[in-house]
């Protein structure tokens, strides 16, 4: 099946610095990346969506200039969270879209996360 | 995109069958009912999905009434492993995956 990894798995950095997420896809191309953020006992929030060689699009509320999200290739898109304080610690995941399939829609499947915590 | 309303919070006992009810009124005609788990900790994975009637595989069975307004995730024999959020989406909305709140399942020895 389809994987998707994270790294790190874990993070913690001090408040005011800057850190980077990476979501590949393993073993298919994704035009399209997802990134989530969960807070605890709650559910997945979407942050943007990120399609590869363009900008990504970002979900109502979520700051751009401080979530940056970059899809380079078709395997790779990283989340970098800048200037993070403490209200930014979360677990943030990301899916990916392959571009085959029946119902290419649904054909969607999810990293592990990265717990980022920061101090 | 199809709202969904499923119940925050389930109790089972180890090897009793479980079931979870989700209602979508407004599913779209062309949307798929699709059910995701997730352990804490973790990202979420799919489980199974369906359009109509009943669905199974090796982790569980779907059943999808003829009117499509709900949909019902069965998990036969329960484990403690089972515990989980299970979360039941009825379509993307513009061409992205939503997640509401889920039913989180405890599975009590």
């Known amino acids: 099946g389809a994987v998707v990894s994270q790294h790190p798995s874990w993070v913690i950095c001090k408040s005011g610095t800057s850190v980077k997420i990476e979501c590949r896809s393993l073993d298919f191309q994704a035009t399209t990346m997802f990134w989530y953020r969960q807070f605890p006992k709650q559910s997945l929030m979407l942050m943007a969506t990120s399609n590869e060689g363009s900008k990504a699009t970002y979900e109502q509320g979520v700051e751009k200039d401080k979530f940056l999200i970059n899809h380079a290739s078709l395997t790779l898109s990283t989340l970098t969270v800048t200037s993070a304080h403490p209200e930014d610690s979360s677990f943030y995941i990301c899916?990916?879209?392959?571009?085959?399939?029946?119902?290419?829609?649904?054909?969607?499947?999810f990293g592990p996360g990265t717990r980022l915590t920061v101090t | 995109l199809a709202k969904t309303t499923q119940p925050i919070s389930m109790d089972s006992y180890e090897g009793q069958e479980v079931n979870i009810t989700c209602s979508h009124n407004n599913i779209a005609t062309n949307d798929y009912i699709t059910w995701y788990q997730q352990f804490p900790s973790q990202g979420p994975r799919f489980i199974i999905q369906g359009y109509k009637t009943k669905v199974t595989n090796e982790v569980a069975s779907l059943f999808i009434p003829a009117d499509r307004k709900s949909s019902t995730l069965s998990l036969p024999r329960v484990s403690l492993s089972d515990t989980a959020v299970y979360y039941c989406?009825?379509?993307?909305?513009?061409?992205?995956?939503?997640f509401g709140k889920g039913t989180r399942l405890h599975i009590l020895p």
């Open positions: 989406l009825g379509g993307p909305r513009d061409d992205k995956i939503i």
């Open positions: 899916s990916a879209r392959g571009t085959g399939g029946v119902n290419p829609l649904y054909e969607q499947y």
